[in-house]
């Protein structure tokens, strides 16, 4: 069965207050990718990857006093199929060009810790740490974007513009910490 010929409904209702309750499982489940159709109503492809977000977010239903209801479904259509692949793909789509934005932050960063020739240990390291969270962005994007959307080629390619960028400015640091002070020689 392919994905997105069947999913994952979820309703969801909580309590009012305190808000946090509801504040904590829209994160959960917009971190695991779940689609929003409406007030408390959310889906996603039934395929594994997303087994664990919607525990989670199940778990904090139940925890808030709250109740959850996961349905099978399945469009009444290839119509239906179609639209909800659509939905979810537009929505890995604008994942994809906040990450490619992010990118392009990275970049700009280094290129202006090279411009003032800011070469430190300490700088390559929050650097390198920016880095980590690029890739891990990525692995969480990749696996949730189970239909291909479009700009997930092009973030492939601009995080290992990224990694180049970041290994160009560990050379510079390195260099410049090796270099012996003029007159000291």
Request: aromatic residues 8%.
């Amino acid at each position: 069965m392919e994905p997105g010929s069947r999913w994952l409904v979820l309703v969801i209702k909580l309590p009012a207050e305190p808000t946090r309750h509801r504040v904590g499982v829209w994160r959960e489940l917009r971190k695991c990718g779940a689609l929003s159709l409406g007030q408390g109503i959310w889906a996603v492809p039934d395929v594994p990857v997303f087994a664990d977000g919607i525990a989670r977010a199940l778990t904090l239903t139940e925890q808030a006093g709250g109740q959850a209801m996961t349905l099978n479904a399945s469009g009444r259509s290839a119509e239906d199929a179609s639209r909800f692949e659509a939905l979810f793909t537009a929505a890995r789509s604008a994942d994809w060009t906040e990450f490619l934005a992010d990118c392009g932050k990275f970049e700009q960063e280094l290129a202006k810790e090279i411009r003032i020739a800011k070469f430190t240990l300490a700088e390559l390291e929050e650097e390198e740490q920016s880095l980590e969270r690029l890739r891990r962005w990525h692995r969480d994007l990749t696996a949730r974007d189970v239909f291909g959307a479009p700009e997930a080629a092009e973030a492939g390619r601009r995080l290992k513009e990224c990694a180049a960028a970041c290994e160009d400015y560990a050379e510079r640091v390195f260099a410049a910490l090796h270099q012996t002070p003029e007159g000291e020689r």
